[in-house]
């Protein structure tokens, strides 16, 4: 059973960091793509990141372009999102999420995370 853990989350001051991490255990095969949503209190669950296999396509959204980075580590069955330059509209529930027909609309994941909260403080 293909089982996705998110950790990394906690409470930061706006303008800091955090790294967001993906482990994958029963990895979901080879070649998916690993995808990061997050979904804020009332709000819909909206795409922040995706990555593919080989690492050779990325995508972020464009409301964090630029401050988060995502990577992986196939052999880790790791990814990571590092989150830079913070402000309180990041805050959210994260989520990574894996499928080899993935990109960037959650109706394309089949594995989901359970999710690490974020919160950004003023």
């Known amino acids: 059973q293909v089982q996705l853990v998110e950790s990394g989350g906690g409470t930061v001051q706006a303008g800091g960091s955090l790294r967001l991490s993906c482990a994958a255990s029963?990895?979901?095969?080879?070649?998916?793509?690993m995808g990061w949503f997050r979904q804020a209190p009332g709000k819909e669950r909206e795409f922040v990141a995706a990555?593919?296999?080989?690492?050779?396509?990325?995508k972020y959204s464009d409301s964090v372009k630029g401050r988060f980075t995502i990577s992986r580590d196939n052999a880790k069955s790791t990814g990571w999102l590092q989150m830079n330059s913070l402000n309180p509209g990041d805050t959210a529930t994260y989520y990574c999420?894996?499928?080899?027909?993935?990109?960037?609309?959650?109706?394309?994941?089949?594995?989901w995370g359970q999710g690490t909260q974020v919160s950004v403080s003023s």
């Open positions: 999420a894996a499928d080899s027909r993935g990109w960037d609309s959650a109706i394309r994941y089949r594995y």
């Open positions: 029963g990895p979901p095969g080879s070649g998916y793509t």
């Open positions: 990555i593919t296999w080989s690492g050779g396509s990325i």
